[in-house]
């Protein structure tokens, strides 16, 4: 079955420090792996994607990620996160004639200052 | 340019009504979904459109949804006789190829 997973519902960093954020995925052939960002009352904002290539993917923002085919992960990393990073990520995988997306569960980001 | 609108922000229904939902998307976009996301969780494709048909509505969870396209740019998705379990964010994305796809801001559904 297809599917993604967030471990982490909820991370709180202090602004300045690195992020993490966790993603796996399940998926029967080559996925396309999304990472979207959502504030409170807005839109998904895509941050960045992968389709194929060169496996770390530069995005908006600061943001980047690196796709491990091994290990079925897409994490998402930011080296310092500032006040306005706080949000909700969400993780997607698509692909196939449709490329119908297939959301985790998403992580809740705090910023402490 | 201007993004997808979807209208209304909010809808407030009582539960047995009809409700219809509008998405606006972006002009020369061929494929349209529709995802519903509930409280606490990332949304769930209900459909999607390539032009005017929906060439895959496998995520429509009842026969009381109900989407169109009529003219392959805005589309309705409809919900009858609605359901307390109906409340959420319903959520569209068009796209011009079938790789990225852009959210509009949602259209809030509550069912009383």
């Known amino acids: ?113 | 340019g201007a993004g997808v609108s979807q209208t209304p922000s909010n809808k407030v229904t009582e539960k047995g009504k009809y409700v219809e939902l509008r998405c606006d998307p972006i002009s020369g976009h061929t494929a349209l979904y529709w995802y519903r996301q509930s409280l606490g969780q990332g949304p769930e494709f209900l459909i999607y459109f390539q032009g005017t048909g929906a060439a895959d509505d496998s995520g429509l969870p009842n026969d009381r949804f109900f989407a169109v396209r009529p003219e392959g740019s805005v589309s309705t998705l409809k919900i009858q006789r609605t359901e307390r379990g109906d409340s959420a964010v319903y959520l569209c994305a068009s796209s011009f190829s079938a790789n990225e796809q852009f959210f509009g801001p949602g259209t809030r559904l509550t069912v009383l």
């Not at chain 1, 994607?49 to 690196?66: P, R």
Request: aromatic share 14%; glycine share 10%.
């Open chain 1, 1 to 113: 079955a297809q599917s993604v997973t967030q471990p982490d519902i909820h991370i709180t960093v202090s602004e300045g420090a690195s992020l993490e954020l966790r993603c796996n995925y399940s998926y029967g052939a080559t996925p396309y792996l999304f990472w979207y960002v959502q504030s409170p009352g807005q839109g998904l904002q895509l941050l960045l994607k992968y389709f194929s290539g060169d496996t770390l993917v530069q995005g908006i923002k600061g943001f980047e990620a690196e796709f491990k085919r091994s290990q079925s992960s897409f994490n998402l990393r930011k080296p310092s996160v500032h006040w306005s990073d706080a949000a909700e990520y969400f993780c997607a995988v698509g692909g196939g004639a449709t490329n119908k997306l297939i959301f985790g569960t998403g992580t809740l980001l705090a910023v402490q200052p």
